[in-house]
């Protein structure tokens, strides 16, 4: 049992910066990025792949920095091209297939069971069994605060702007392409980091390990948002952390009881976050059927 | 300050809808100077504007700012210098983030020395609480609220705050009290009027109210058809009524007349 909640705490922190970067493309810049699958693969890809060769270190800041660019590129494609954003995203995803191929050398998966990960170095360290949960609990944490002084920041607040206003801030001496970019970018290290991590906590790298991330993400924005509310952006970045663990539990409980089979889970997922988006269109459009009904009644 | 030569811009050329919005405009707008523009819809104003501001382009012609040639300077680039308010008033303040955010967002911008990554300190957090007061609108003890709680009139005058945080060099106001209750328009026609003539703004109004056009200001123009067709100024503008400016605009702006009678009012 205490095995199944630390598992379910562990991969909750480490999915966490995907919740994260996802509260900063889609709630505060407004912009659906679908490249969140590809670049998490790439995160774990690069990730692995490194520590297999002896940087684990190294290679989480290398995943990082990859995610960074891959989020410019989508960026870019959206901004200068004029690709519409969902477009962008996937079109970037798609590529980044062959891509993350080539990183990990042209296989589909490539493990890490001899080499050193963040984990076993810090086991060796003497941190004991606590060492995983605290070093995931820092991914998530880390990227929380550094977008919670982030976004006070003259750029932060240009960024938020952008997807708040953007009538004001192209009226204003923000370039909104600019914003949109450094946003991105940002978003797109988080999810490579956080695929970095997982990576290299499971000892592993799928090719396929990242489909549906970004609706399990979404997912957890959500749940987050459910609990916390979204009132301030505080709130909305611990909602993301609090989110994603809570997803994991929710997972687990799943897995444990079996109430649905495991596989149907995804569907489970995607049909929790499109009702929770179409929640408040489906909430206005009652409210109307229920007047026209009622100013009906008064007519007869 | 401000000068405009021989400035064209068509929409949609080569196809049906083909419309020349400003033809060989040439305006010259010296420092200091409180213009306001009257004219029909489709007489070419907000255009004009959009060509000063850089959000559209001339297709041929030349803008000058401040001595500069800044025809092919984009947008957030002039923005530095040139503030505006449009006539919807939540299109010019950010609903999502709270009243501080807003004014702290335009601060860091034009504050010297500050970089990508400056916060709004405690001290400039007070500075930006007293310039708030001046509004008179009891803003200054709701900074922590989102803008989007605030009052069309509200958030109005707080765009007006913004645009004029750093005194710019050029205020282009497209109808701005046009969307306003009767009592929030004369409210933020009053704080224009106060801030413009306390800063010596250079300032562009477009309204379609004679008695604003004629009150406010040094000097008025009428635009019909893309084009300025009168220039008022000096012991001319002073002399004239409301009743003469219609006259006037009657006469210059001609056909347009009938459908005019209804938005001058």
């Known amino acids: 049992m205490i095995r199944i909640i630390q598992t379910a705490l562990e991969l909750g922190f480490g999915y966490a910066p995907v919740a994260i970067a996802l509260f900063l493309s889609y709630r505060i810049l407004d912009i659906a990025d679908l490249s969140t699958d590809g670049c998490f693969v790439l995160g774990a890809a690069v990730s692995v792949s490194l520590a297999a060769a002896g940087h684990p270190l190294l290679a989480i800041v290398l995943a990082m920095l990859c995610g960074a660019a891959v ?13 519409p954003s969902i477009l962008a995203g996937i079109i970037v995803n798609t590529g980044l297939y062959t891509v993350n191929l080539l990183v990990m050398g042209w296989r589909s998966n490539v493990n890490l069971i001899k080499g050193e990960s963040i984990f076993t170095m810090f086991q060796k360290a003497g941190a004991g069994a606590v060492s995983d949960i605290s070093l995931l609990a820092a991914g998530a944490a880390l990227p929380a605060l550094f ?11 240009s960024i938020r702007a952008t997807g708040d206003n953007p009538i004001m801030v192209r009226a204003s001496s923000i370039d909104p392409s600019r914003t949109i970019r450094i946003g991105l970018s ?115 | 300050m401000l000068e405009l030569k021989n400035v064209s811009k068509t929409f949609f050329p080569g196809t049906a809808d083909e419309k020349q919005a400003i033809k060989d405009l040439s305006l010259k707008v010296d420092k200091g100077e409180f213009i306001t523009i009257i004219g029909s819809n489709g ?3 907000s255009t004009m504007f959009q060509l000063i501001a850089g959000s559209l382009l001339a297709d041929t012609g030349r803008v000058f700012l401040g ?140 309204t379609h109210n004679l008695y604003q056009a004629l009150e406010a200001g040094t000097r008025t123009l009428i635009m019909s058809d893309g084009r300025i067709c009168a220039d008022l100024s000096g012991e001319e503008r002073k002399n004239m009524s409301v009743d003469d400016l219609q006259k006037l605009f009657r006469e210059t702006a001609g056909k347009n007349y009938a459908v005019d009678r209804m938005l001058l009012t």
């Open chain 2, 67 to 206: 001595g500069e040639d800044v025809t092919f300077v984009p947008e957030h680039i002039r923005s530095r210098s040139i503030g505006r308010l449009f006539q919807d008033p939540l299109s010019g303040t950010a609903p999502g983030l709270t009243i501080e955010e807003n004014l702290a967002l335009v601060y860091l911008h034009i504050k010297k020395g500050s970089s990508a990554f400056s916060r709004v300190g405690k001290e400039e957090r007070e500075l930006l609480r007293e310039r708030l007061s001046l509004l008179q609108m009891g803003l200054e003890d709701r900074m922590k609220q989102p803008v989007g709680l605030l009052s069309g009139g509200q958030r109005q005058a707080l765009t007006l705050l913004l645009a004029t945080l750093d005194v710019p060099k050029l205020l282009l106001l497209d109808e701005h009290t046009a969307a306003l209750d009767p009592a929030s328009a004369e409210k933020v026609m009053q704080l224009t009027d106060d801030i413009v003539k306390e800063n010596g703004i250079t300032c562009l109004m477009i």
């Open chain 1, 186 to 300: 940002i978003s797109g290290a988080f999810t490579a980091l956080s695929g970095a991590l997982i990576g290299q906590y499971q000892k592993a790298v799928d090719i396929n390990s990242g489909t549906g991330v970004v609706v399990i993400g979404l997912a957890c924005l959500i749940i987050g948002e459910t609990v916390l509310g979204k009132r301030s952006v505080t709130k909305s970045i611990i909602g993301a952390i609090l989110g994603s663990v809570l997803y994991r539990f929710i997972y687990a409980f799943v897995l444990y009881t079996q109430i649905v089979p495991v596989q149907g889970l995804k569907l489970l997922t995607s049909l929790i976050v499109a009702a929770a988006i179409a929640a408040p269109v489906l909430k206005e459009k009652e409210a109307l059927r229920r007047r026209m009904r009622k100013e009906e009644g008064k007519d007869a």
């Open chain 1, 147 to 157: 977008l919670h002084f982030f976004l006070a920041t003259r750029i932060g607040l």
């Open chain 2, 43 to 45: 007489a070419g104003k």
């Open chain 1, 71 to 83: 989020g410019c590129l989508s960026a870019e494609l959206q901004t200068y091209f004029g690709i």
